[in-house]
């Protein structure tokens, strides 16, 4: 079955970075989207990136882009988040998903994902 498990999360500064990873299992990821989304405390869930498994295109909100980097690696069947310049909005639960590709193109809305990890936790603060 298809697993998503996050890891990296933990306390930074402003200014700092955290390199996140979603793990996979049960399933070929060059077939898949990943996405990674946020949820901070009070606000809905929110998209940051995401990326096409088989060409490697990705999508960033804006908020993060060009402090955020979305990578797959290979040797550890992972997709991880690389967040520099780290600020305290970043504080938030991050998430990753998994959607089949399928010739379809996919953004950062949650509903289109059907297969999410558990979360880790991000805090940002001096």
């Known amino acids: 079955q298809v697993q998503l498990v996050e890891s990296g999360g933990g306390l930074v500064q402003p200014g700092g970075s955290l390199r996140l990873s979603c793990a996979a299992s049960?399933?070929?990821?060059?077939?898949?989207?990943i996405g990674w989304f946020r949820q901070a405390p009070g606000k809905e869930r929110e998209g940051v990136s995401r990326i096409k498994i088989s060409d490697g295109s990705t999508l960033y909100a804006d908020s993060v882009k060009g402090r955020f980097t979305i990578s797959r690696d290979n040797a550890k069947n992972t997709v991880d988040l690389q967040m520099n310049s780290l600020k305290p909005d970043d504080t938030a639960l991050y998430y990753c998903a998994a959607l089949i590709s399928a010739g379809l193109w996919a953004g950062l809305t949650e509903r289109e994902y059907h297969h999410w990890g558990q979360g880790t936790q991000v805090t940002v603060s001096s």
């Open positions: 049960g399933f070929n990821l060059d077939y898949y989207y």
